[in-house]
Nanobody, 127 residues
Framework: EVQLVESGGGLVQAGGSLRLSCAAS????????IGWFRQAPGKEREGVSC????????YYADSVKGRFTISRDNAKNTVYLQMNSLKPEDTAVYYC????????????????????WGQGTQVTVSS
């Protein structure tokens, strides 16, 4: 069974940090680009950051550039999102997704689509 399991969310004060993890199983992890997306109630899903299958290309939304860092460890089938200097507007449910045969631009900016999705983890940033 294909699984993507997010962890690491929680409640933090503005300016704080969190590290999200996405653990994958049931598919060939290094054949897939991985992305982090977020969605708040009443708001469209947003591509936050995506990373290519071989770790040679990354994308960051302008709103998080300089604050968030995406990385992957293919040996561990895990992708991370280090989030620093968090702002209240970062509050959302964060999902990881896997997509084959895609560029990070297409995945994160264009279709904002994945072949597989995790269940999400809540990130809440208080003022």
């Amino acid at each position: 069974e294909v699984q993507l399991v997010e962890s690491g969310g929680g409640l933090v004060q503005a300016g704080g940090s969190l590290r999200l993890s996405c653990a994958a199983s049931g598919f060939t992890f290094d054949d897939y680009a991985i992305g982090w997306f977020r969605q708040a109630p009443g708001k469209e899903r947003e591509g936050v950051s995506c990373i290519s299958r071989s770790d040679d290309n990354t994308y960051y939304a302008d709103s998080v550039k300089g604050r968030f860092t995406i990385s992957r460890d293919n040996a561990k089938n895990t992708v991370y999102l280090q989030m620093n200097s968090l702002k209240p507007e970062d509050t959302a449910v964060y999902y990881c997704a896997a997509r084959r045969w895609t560029s990070v631009q297409a995945m994160c900016v264009g279709a904002r689509r994945g072949d597989y999705w995790g269940q999400g983890t809540q990130v809440t940033v208080s003022s």
